[in-house]
């Protein structure tokens, strides 16, 4: 994968057009680096979600621009999996059929898709399910497939909106190290909209806190900690310190108790 960044250029997003127009998100100004983990958290209704789905050219940008490796986000559309909240699996195809998806759209080398699909299910721990119907998956399981096929075609940028907060806490805790191990081999650069602060901690580099909606940033904490993370006794005082500070600046905002 190529090395490029990020821009994100006094974008912002409005809903409707007149009286009935209600602003959502923005204006944002954020670069995000070749390689880097950004996490965007936020109370509910901060548009979170929005200003990822605008980074995918799901949601069109009201005013500014956002350009990935210097071209528009719909140019560089190819460069960009998408992980949605919920899987959209289709139900009739196998887990590692609906993992190839995006390699069948995109005509790719089915033979290598495949190895790298079965590559990618097995960091996950989910090797035993390639050829069960989506449709009969557990839900927290069906996330991380999800989060395969969004990974199948090598993408230059990772998006995930919040793709793990239905999984109970001992999947999280598996999904959590196979893709924090995952993403040390291959380093996609990623951004996850996520309202779990030890999982934004455990796995970014830097954290944007967002205000109520319209969002706006209001501080983007840098996470020193040695990789790779988890939730030990010599770790977890340190996530814990993290998730603190970012509780103090929502305090700060009103928008936690």
Same mark, same amino acid.
């Given at each position: ?20 127009? %209600? ?6 100004? =954020? ?18 979600? #929005? ?42 195809? #196998? ?41 009969? =998956? ?27 907060? /239905?999984?109970?806490?001992?999947? %999280?805790?598996?999904?959590?190290? &196979?893709?924090?191990? =995952?993403? &040390? ?12 602060? %030890? ?10 806190? =967002? ?5 706006? /940033?209001?501080? /983007? ?37």
């Amino acid at each position: 994968m190529p090395p490029f960044t990020l821009n994100i250029q006094n974008a912002h997003c409005v809903f409707g057009a007149g009286n009935a127009s %209600h602003p959502v998100v923005g204006p944002i100004l =954020l670069e995000v680096g070749s390689g880097e983990f950004l996490s965007i958290l936020g109370p509910s209704a901060s548009g979170k979600s #929005t200003l990822l789905r605008m980074i995918a050219g799901v949601v069109p940008i009201t005013d500014g621009r956002i350009l990935i490796g210097g071209t528009t986000i719909h140019e560089a559309r190819r460069a960009v999996g998408f992980v949605p909240q919920r899987p959209a699996l289709l139900p009739w195809r #196998t887990a590692i059929e609906n993992v190839l998806l995006p390699a069948e759209m995109m005509d790719l080398n089915m033979e290598e898709s495949k190895n790298r699909a079965r590559r990618l299910l097995a960091w996950f721990g989910l090797s035993r399910f390639e050829e069960h119907p989506a449709g009969t =998956l557990p839900a927290g399981t069906a996330n991380a497939v999800s989060v395969c096929r969004a990974l199948v075609h090598n993408p230059s940028l990772l998006l995930l909106d919040d793709p793990f907060r /239905i999984q109970d806490a001992l999947v %999280h805790e598996q999904t959590l190290d &196979g893709f924090q191990r =995952l993403w &040390g081999e291959n380093k996609t650069t990623t951004i996850l909209c996520t309202c779990n602060l %030890h999982e934004a901690v455990l796995l970014s580099d830097r954290v944007v806190v =967002l205000s109520s909606g319209p969002g706006r /940033i209001v501080e /983007i904490i840098r996470v020193d900690l040695a990789r790779p993370r988890r939730l030990d006794k010599a770790m977890t005082p340190q996530i814990a310190d993290y998730c603190n500070r970012i509780r103090m600046v929502l305090r700060a905002q009103g928008t936690v108790p």
